[in-house]
Each structure stands twice: as C-alpha cells, then as structure tokens.
T-cell receptor
Framework: LAKTTQPISMDSYEGQEVNITCSHNNIATNDYITWYQQFPSQGPRFIIQGYKTKVTNEVASLFIPADRKSSTLSLPRVSLSDTAVYYCLVGGVFGNQGGKLIFGQGTELSVKP | NAGVTQTPKFRVLKTGQSMTLLCAQDMNHEYMYWYRQDPGMGLRLIHYSVGEGTTAKGEVPDGYNVSRLKKQNFLLGLESAAPSQTSVYFC???????????FGEGSRLTVL
C-alpha cells in the first residue's frame, strides 16, 4: 500500500494560489491519486483525481510528474470557504482494485482575509 | 438520491455496553468502508468490504466487528464499548466506475 506524506498545515490569504504537495514514493502501477476536502463535522468530499500529467476541473488542478512519486493539488485564488483539511489518497480505483484505502494525516489549510 | 446514510448520528454509551452503527447506500456500490476520526486527526480505516458477504480488516480493527449481509448495508458493531472508542465514525462507499468515495455525514459516539 502506498504511504502518503503531506504537510500538516498551510496558511494562505484570499485570492492567492495554493499548492499542496503529497509524496507517495511506493505508488503502484494501478494506483490513482485522488484528493478529498473535509470541512469540520462533515465527511470528506471528492475534489479531483488523476493518474499522470495534469488534470483540471472547475475547482482545482492536479499535477503529477512522470515518476508519479508525488502529486500537487493546486487551488487557484482561494477564498475563506476553502479553509478545510485536504487529503491525498493513493490506491486502486476501478473494478476490483484497491479495496484497502488508507488516508494520510491530511493538510489543514487556513485561508485568511 | 440519498447517497450514504449513517444511523444513528449521535450516541452516548457507558463502558461495556454494545451498539451497532448502520451504514446504508443506494448507489449499488460494491465497496464499503468504515473509518474513525479522532479530534484533530486523520481518518483511520477500521474495516472494509469488497462485496456482499465479505469483510476485511483495516488499520485499527480491534474492538470492532462488521457485517455485510446485504449489498446496500454495512454494519459496524462494538461488543463492549471502551472510552478509547469515543470518536466520529464515517462510512463510505466507492464507485467502481470512477473510484470516487462517497461519505456519510458521520456518527458521533461518546463512551463514558
């Protein structure tokens, strides 16, 4: 199982771009990288997922280098409402892959006015 | 579409009592998970299931039992509750098409 390492916390200001990097040195060939966001007293919710290179959706971008041993979640122009804990999850995605999904400690992002 | 529903949302137990948390999903997902989250901590996997009638241990399975008799339901049991099991419990199911995890709202358990 791929172990993930992220910074424990990050601070930012409204309007800035925030990049959170996750290390996953022993990622397997079938593993995808998925990022989740969690607000207090709520369950995590899906943000973005990727396998390699770059993925972009309406809320974030995900950058994955060729060796796939790390990934970077990029949040453009953050607002106060982006204050949350962000988790990087590495594991199998499709079909019968990736039964055991282990979360890391997550990164607590604090956005200030 | 209800998604993932957890019952109950809050419960207070005395040490030694037993209880069951119910997780129900209406998305026909094969994979289901139980996590616990302690204050200021990340999610820790207790048990998971890759299909009806199957269960497997996660990171912290001791003191818990699970059952998946029906595809849509995943039950988490505490046979003899301990104060160390005070936590917020999250259930999730996984889409086999996208791999996305869908979480419930959580069940807050306090053991006195």
């Amino acid at each position: 199982l791929a172990k993930t390492t992220q910074p424990i916390s990050m601070d930012s200001y409204e309007g800035q771009e925030v990049n959170i990097t996750c290390s996953h040195n022993n990622i397997a060939t079938n593993d995808y990288i998925t990022w989740y966001q969690q607000f207090p007293s709520q369950g995590p919710r899906f943000i973005i997922q990727g396998y390699k290179t770059k993925v972009t959706n309406e809320v974030a971008s995900l950058f994955i280098p060729a060796d796939r041993k790390s990934s970077t979640l990029s949040l453009p122009r953050v607002s106060l409402s982006d204050t949350a804990v962000y988790y990087c999850l590495v594991g199998g995605v499709f079909g019968n892959q990736g039964g055991k999904l282990i979360f890391g400690q997550g990164t607590e992002l604090s956005v200030k006015p | 579409n209800a998604g993932v529903t957890q019952t109950p949302k809050f419960r207070v137990l005395k040490t030694g009592q037993s209880m069951t948390l119910l997780c129900a999903q209406d998305m026909n997902h094969e994979y289901m998970y139980w996590y616990r989250q302690d204050p200021g901590m990340g999610l820790r996997l207790i048990h998971y299931s890759v299909g009806e009638g199957t269960t497997a241990k996660g990171e912290v399975p001791d003191g818990y039992n699970v059952s998946r008799l029906k595809k849509q339901n995943f039950l988490l049991g505490l046979e003899s509750a301990a104060p160390s099991q005070t936590s917020v419990y999250f259930c999730a199911s996984k889409s086999s098409g996208t791999g996305e995890l869908f979480f419930g709202e959580g069940s807050r358990l306090t053991v006195l």
